[in-house]
């Protein structure tokens, strides 16, 4: 009598289709994270946008690109993205202005704001925190006033792995040759490639969506 039970040919058969399948899978997966992450991402930076426009409303301007900006000490990495956590999180005018999910925020350059400075926030420590991505790199943030001549502090990130990403400059519209969101400011996201290109390529950006 047959015994019951697979052969090892039976055996090896049903694991190189099981390989071929996930082979097949496996990319659509992998695509299926990153767009999560790419919409997860572009409705964190309309959240920022709606928060800059009630700051807007209060004060009459956007944030500045940096604490520098109001002689401030910086240690000149992730200037833009610090200043604008700093002032959407003052509750000087009531509530902050935006309180995300821990998960967006670090402090990835390991730095901290000075005494000196006045704050007034739901934080309870001095660190200068960024908002990240969903990849983990942090937001690039640029007030209009800074388009065209950026000083070199803002234009220097610190990303996963600790490595300065620098070049950062306001992006362009290749259409019109004018900074997108010319008169307000410009948020963007590095994208899922970890490389920035000024808001080009699968960078995400802030501008078109007004």
Known sequence: MRRGGFTLVEMLVVVAILSLLMGLLLPSLIKVSSRAKETETDTLIKQLMMALQEYEHDYGDYPPTSLKDEGFYSNKVNDGIESLVVHLSSKAKGPPYVELEEKYYSNLDKD???????????????QAREIVDSWGNPLVYFHNRDYKK???????????GRKNLSGFKPGKSKKTATYHSWSRYQIWSIGPDGKNENGEGDDIGSWGKQ
């Open 112 to 126: 901290n704001i000075p005494a000196s400075y006045p704050l007034n926030w739901f934080f309870g420590d001095r």
């Open 150 to 160: 950026p000083k070199s502090y803002m234009c220097t990130y610190r990303g996963l």
